[in-house]
């Protein structure tokens, strides 16, 4: 099941819905940095990528309250 199909009617369903959705920007943006012959170690100063990242940060947080 792809991110847009997902169901949001929990927190947690949200959360995992953040992550596969960042996830999948991710990916682009590395695959467009890659064909723009951006230096890998410079990725993870994107501010695109770290935005990201903090959004997937902030989902896992749901999920482990959720958990807990």
């Known amino acids: 099941m792809n991110y847009f199909d997902m169901p949001e009617n929990t927190e947690e369903e949200k959360a995992k819905k953040e992550i596969a959705e960042c ?35 902030k989902a896992e947080l749901i999920l482990n309250k959720e958990v807990a």
Request: hydrophobic share 30%; proline share 3%.
């Open 23 to 57: 996830n999948y920007c991710i990916n682009g943006l590395c695959r467009t940095m890659k064909q723009m012959r951006v230096p890998q170690n410079q990725w993870k100063d994107n501010v695109m990528v770290k935005t990201y990242l903090e959004r997937i940060k």
